[in-house]
């Protein structure tokens, strides 16, 4: 533990003494947000798997379904070809 503890201590201080922190006043409170890009990427992730559940779960409920009545989803007959009427 004592060695995360001095490598913490170690990166505190070389930031506080690097240029990051020249001109701040004294008794300044740094703070930290996430970036927008982070928080639009996280909703963009969230829809994606969202939308792949309710497929997932479309599909499961569709086979189901066709398992149950098949005449709903049987396949129509293919119709004849259109003949010329020769002139």
């Known amino acids: 533990m004592s060695v995360i503890r001095r490598c913490v201590k170690n990166m ?3 930031i506080a003494n690097s240029r990051a922190m020249d001109g ?5 409170v740094i703070t930290y947000k ?3 890009w982070v928080i639009g990427l996280t909703i963009a992730n969230v829809v994606v798997y969202a939308f792949i559940i309710v497929m997932a779960a479309y599909m499961v409920l569709r ?7 098949p005449e709903k989803y049987a396949q129509p007959k293919p119709r004849k070809a259109h ?5």
């Not at 003949?83 to 002139?87: D, H, L, N």
């Open 34 to 36: 996430t970036a927008p």
């Open 83 to 87: 003949t010329e009427i020769p002139r």
């Open 24 to 28: 701040l006043a004294p008794g300044t």
């Open 63 to 69: 086979a189901r379904d066709a398992k149950r009545y």
């Open 12 to 14: 505190s201080y070389a």
